[in-house]
């Protein structure tokens, strides 16, 4: 059987698995392709660090241009993580006549079109299965699977380290700052876990689920986002007693010719598949106008999951599927970008608020006074007895909002930071 030669760059936790499946399952992975994916150079920038996979003798190098300038190497799955020096890398191999395959998101999100113009251009290909979602092919469904569609919203739980912990401020009852401590401990959570918590790693998701559902092209930046480093575990316990649970949820919705898109954490009413997503695992809702709601659950990252998606992408390319439906796709192109991003102020939700006002007389007049003001209609309302009845005190008091307009909470909420009632900025949570 005829061998098509591939290179990994980087043997980090991805790498690692990617090299174990095309090194123990190569005979599984040439019956799929066809031929066999030979893997001919792994890059790592230090030979002594102890590795958990058995590398061919002559495979391991340090030497980049050993890939780079191997005319006989014709597929690369380039899995070093951040911008530079990924993005430089990842030029230099369209250059010399590689096809990519990615799981870098980050590098994606920031620099899809210039990258994607430069492969087209050079008539090479670019496979990114493994850069959202980990081991859930969302990638391929969206962009092949659905083509008969036009894809009308997307709702995703994208990073498994904020599921996990909310899952385990839930089940434990625990602080957000214990939950992330335990999180790390776990390997869940990165000893700097900013990018996850932030939203940074869902928006970036998001942005790239949204070029390929609606063609939408968005600096990740741009879009509305709010991470769990701010979760109250009060928050979580009132969603509870609501009949909801809290997920980071990343939504884009087709509103005419342009797409709402946001990133926050958001109360799902329980039962519904979203909202018993537990632990580190990911799962996205699309909505097409002919398939109706398709659901995808699955590990969203991790080595393994991660690494499946990474070697079906390089069978797709050494099979010529990858090619066809790159080149089909048109992904970040300038003749494909129907839609842009919607303003967010018109933007239709329910609201949970939540407050810490002083117990007294006519504050709650105040308050439904302010939301009636700016057409906000209240659903129900949650208000528990001050704890010391002989002085005066505040209480939470809690909000869910019938259907409104971003705009029109965002004049409430900053009314209320001009009343002396209320001692606390107002939590602001979508309900979906």
């Known amino acids: 059987m005829e061998k098509t030669k591939v290179g990994i760059i980087g043997l980090g936790t991805v790498g690692t698995g990617v090299a174990r499946l095309l090194l123990d399952h190569g005979d599984r992975t040439a019956r799929h392709a066809g031929r066999i994916p030979w893997l001919e150079k792994v890059v790592v920038r230090d030979l ?9 003798e002559g495979v391991l190098t340090d030497d980049i241009q050993q890939v780079i300038q191997n005319p006989e190497i014709t597929v690369v799955a380039q899995l070093i993580g951040g911008i ?3 993005r430089t890398i990842m030029l230099q191999l369209l250059e010399s006549g590689k096809d990519i395959i990615t799981a870098n998101k980050a590098l994606l999100a920031a620099h899809g079109p210039e990258l994607f113009d430069k492969a087209r251009q050079l008539g090479r290909c670019i ?5 959202v979602a980990g081991g859930i092919p969302i990638i391929t469904n ?19 380290t904020c599921n996990f912990i909310i899952t ?6 625990e602080d957000y700052e214990d939950v992330v401590k335990e999180a790390q401990r776990l390997g869940y959570a990165e000893a700097d876990p900013t990018l996850d918590v932030n939203g940074a790693d869902t928006a970036q998701k998001l942005s790239i689920l949204s070029q390929l559902a609606f ?23 009132y969603a509870d007693r609501l009949g909801y649970r809290i997920k980071l949820l990343a939504l884009a919705k087709l509103v005419g010719h342009e797409v709402e898109m946001s990133v926050g954490p958001t109360l799902i009413r329980k039962g519904s598949p979203l909202a018993e997503v537990q632990d580190a695992f990911n799962a996205i809702r699309v909505h097409g106008d002919a398939v109706g709601p398709v659901f995808y659950h699955g590990q969203g990252a991790g080595q393994m999951p991660t690494a499946s998606a990474v070697v ?3 069978v797709d390319t050494v099979v010529g599927r990858g090619q066809l439906t790159f080149n089909n796709l048109e992904l970040w192109s300038e003749s494909n970008r129907p839609r842009s991003m919607a303003d967010a102020g018109p933007s239709i939700n329910r609201y949970y608020l939540r407050m810490q006002v002083i117990d007294k007389p006519g504050v709650m007049a105040e308050i439904t006074g302010i939301l009636g003001s700016n057409g906000v209609s209240i659903a129900s309302i949650i208000q528990h007895e001050p704890k010391d009845q002989d002085s005066p005190a505040t209480v939470p008091l809690v909000i869910m909002s019938h259907d409104t307009t971003q705009s029109a909470i965002a004049r409430s909420v900053e009314q209320f930071r001009q009343s002396e009632n209320i001692e606390s900025e107002a939590v602001v949570l979508k309900v979906l």
């Open 168 to 173: 385990q401020m839930q089940d434990r009852g």
């Open 312 to 314: 079906a992408d390089i």
């Open 84 to 86: 530079e020096p990924a």
């Open 215 to 237: 063609g939408v092209r968005v600096n990740w930046e741009d879009i509305p986002c709010k991470g769990i480093d701010e979760l109250d575990i009060a928050d979580i316990h």
């Open 142 to 160: 969206i962009g092949q699977c659905l083509t008969a569609n036009q894809v009308t919203s997307l709702r995703g739980i994208l990073n498994g």
């Open 48 to 56: 002594t660090k102890p590795r958990h996979v058995d590398i061919p």
């Open 127 to 131: 496979a990114f299965e493994a850069s």
